[in-house]
């Protein structure tokens, strides 16, 4: 029943994976955006806040990562949140906003897409386009995303298995969009003392089964600040292509996720710790 | 940490849930759809094919379900499936023959919406509106549906606890529908003999909590035909307000969901030993 | 990869469960306990408290639950608690109270064994051993425990597939003592509104794999004592063969578990509304 | 409700944790085991098969692990196997075979203690003492553990928490024992490409909480020998204070767990990439 492919151990049904598959698909899939590239020897650092809440925020937080060596900013405009009573995000002006730091740093922006009312707009303004977990099997999104050519990063839903993972990712591909970077976020179990449970063994199952880039979103996972660091030097240890980090540079009043929010000068830190941890494995950062 | 009203043993936040609590709503909430009452004394039996497949088959079931005692017809017609490669609905041709099988049988409709692309297309044609396990937290979708007023069934993720489904139902009713029927349909854990794990207990703590209905799918909870008549009894005996059960005239070579539905035959039986519980419970099938 | 007897839809692996499996053995199996049948058609109704705390309560509540109807006392003597430093239960004076209680009120008597150095202890006094979910596979008491003719009330480990429980049965079985009681009270998930969540699948699913007694323990699978009503009824609407249910003539100061315990007079009127339930599903109560 | 100590985002309940919490205990716990020592800054590599099986498998093999730079050496003497009908290990010839490997070898010796009747003979002869998942809370094993000086390694049951990990070590501790090491060795949840999912965050939560060492099991958390490398360096950059790791010589034909085990050629390839990791994290092997 296993999802598989280029596997001793379990069945090969490699026609449902054909094109995320690595069995079909031998080399590494390197994505181009802008003058970086996700999925080859050098890491992608993406960082930035949760959600974007002004223009003081945003920049002063886009110039801070960008000096410390994160190479694509991060930032929610319209967020996905468990309660309609929550703050919903910027909506327009954040985009705005990310555009800004963009032109200011130069950090090609990432950030989530939570409606295809907005679609067009993100196509033209945005670098990368985040699936959210919570929509990773939203098959109407999935496949109106794969007939774009824009870089998705797709995140892994909550309670999903590796194999409607990579399904998912089949979906944008089939659309004839083959610009797919995975996200391992932490998936929920019944341990409770940590947001989600980072699930490292998903990252190199991803890289023996398919050719596509995968990263790794300790701030989800763990939704404790102290843990980034620790779980960052995993996530590089085990093989994956890059990080995608929340950095606030006031965690205690930020409007959504503060407590897994790490500060620009922690931030910077620990790009000079996994700089380490990078090199041993003939990555760069 | 848990959410909760009316509840000695947790916490109160009803802000949090103002629409869809109980503490500011005593009473249980009726939902009409035609002459038929959803939340009331009558229990709500839905039933019908996992997909529409073809004119003879939808309506071959329609009559059969009908004449058992099924109050309203279920059939997908556009299908939210794990691969892109398998077999997605017959889409707008479904609808007609949804359609058509009300026409004849007088059967309310209830199909999934996968897209807002056709959510005028439902609001016109369909009785009660399915949002799925995998689009509960969609919360676009939520937000659009909240602003029709048309009955919504909504499902429970596959991951999600009890709070997020209140929360998904409240985002609904935040938008102005009161029209929304909770499914419980599952959840996901370790044990791999059944597809999911119905998690009987949701049925006495939502209505607890809340003053909407809830139905429970053993069809997909268990993704075993054999196990949907002592999950049903179950269900009703936990206080369930209705069923949602998949009905095949030829489960061994229906498109999708098979070795999960049970035969006409077999639903004629069950709703006979359904009734004797429901009348236990002072309910009516 | 799963167990299975008699089932098309699964693979049937008959000789790791030659003594637990229906296949080989079509016939409930019947255990007598004094004048009591476990897994006839009169469903077992364990009750009584968490802990044995003095005689008082053990004997006052062992008197009011079999004049609703009980037809076992439950009481822990030596109880196996998560930290070293909460009550250990009356041990020894625990079990001579059971005993006390049992010449009074007639009720056999079943309390959980946590160390083997009680064995010979417990196999002289108590009438059903129970066997904890945190033991179910502590395989020495297992194999131990199968070398005695004693009733073994076993239960279901907090995270144990169906598959692995019936195992657990059969290393009982394995030793030559075939009086084996199985007992679902939950497992571990994700939700936590409930301590656990009661798998009520595994009722019917265990029902056609084996030919041994099984009931449900609402109380630990719930932890909240408003739930033990309809969980109840679910689990006979289910196919169960008895309850065991915690009941406190005070709750609120009990010793353990008062949260998820019952007053007599509660149980009194739970017992008149499982009644109706049993005999639709032709069981006696 | 979370176990804590010397943490501001949750509460401290430093009682219940008096003895494993880092509160009241700054410093790591180094743990002397002949030589070698636990929890300092050289790493304990446990090497070796998952059964002891015959003569010269198990010398072979200690010999290899030792001189690829292996501290310690594993292997079952008593097996805890799910079901009764699979090879439950030597015993008796088992522990003589390890004493042997350790003779020529030099390599302190660590297996899994299944039954208290074997206790007196595992104190006198073996090195290090292991406590199985299924047996994390089995008490009763744990206070007698406790009345002993022997390191004892305790392994994280398939559904434990954190807290109910710590408080099995406290019951070991509170008992007199401080010799306590701890082991994460995956949790069950709804994955199923490995046999459990590696809590790699459980490490830094862990070193945050307590003193106490603790070491990894990459070959039970994934079941798949391919998976041990990556995890094994996560593990270590995430700060684990050491491996235990399934070696075996002929892991085709072995009689349990071979495809887990890695041959010794690719332990010893294991043991030079690990190095590198270890020193940039200031450790040594």
Request: with cysteine.
């Amino acid at each position: 029943m296993l999802v598989l492919a280029n596997d001793q151990e379990h069945n090969i049904e490699v026609n449902e994976f054909k094109l995320t598959s690595r069995a079909l698909h031998p080399e590494n899939t390197e994505i181009k955006v802008g003058d970086n590239v996700i999925g080859g020897k050098k890491l992608a650092i993406i960082a930035g806040p949760c959600s974007v809440e002004n223009k003081e925020q945003i920049l002063d937080i886009a110039k801070s990562v960008k000096s410390a060596g994160a190479t694509f900013l991060r930032g929610g405009a319209f967020k996905p949140r468990t309660s309609p009573y929550s703050f919903q995000g910027l909506e327009d002006e954040g985009i705005d906003l990310l555009k800004e730091a963009r032109k200011i740093t130069g950090l090609p922006i990432i950030t989530e897409l939570t409606s295809l009312q907005y679609l067009d707009e993100f196509v033209e303004n945005i670098d990368i386009i985040q699936v959210g977990a919570r929509n990773m099997q939203n098959f109407d999104m999935l496949k109106q995303l794969g007939k774009t050519k824009k870089p998705i990063l797709l995140k892994r839903g909550l309670a999903s298995t590796i194999e409607e993972f990579l399904l998912s990712a089949e979906y944008i591909m089939a659309g004839g969009n083959e610009n797919v970077i995975l996200c391992e976020r932490g998936i929920r179990t019944f341990e409770h003392y940590t947001r989600n449970t980072l699930d490292i063994s998903a990252i190199p199952i991803i890289k023996k089964l398919s050719h596509l880039p995968i990263i790794v979103d300790p701030s989800h996972a763990s939704g404790i600040w102290w843990l980034i660091e620790p779980l960052s030097k995993a996530a590089i240890a085990a093989g994956a292509d890059g990080l995608i980090i929340e950095v606030h540079n006031q965690p205690e009043i930020a409007l959504s996720d503060g407590e897994q929010s790490i500060k620009p000068k922690r931030f910077e830190e620990l790009m000079i710790g996994l700089r380490k941890i990078a090199n041993i494995e003939d990555r760069e950062i």
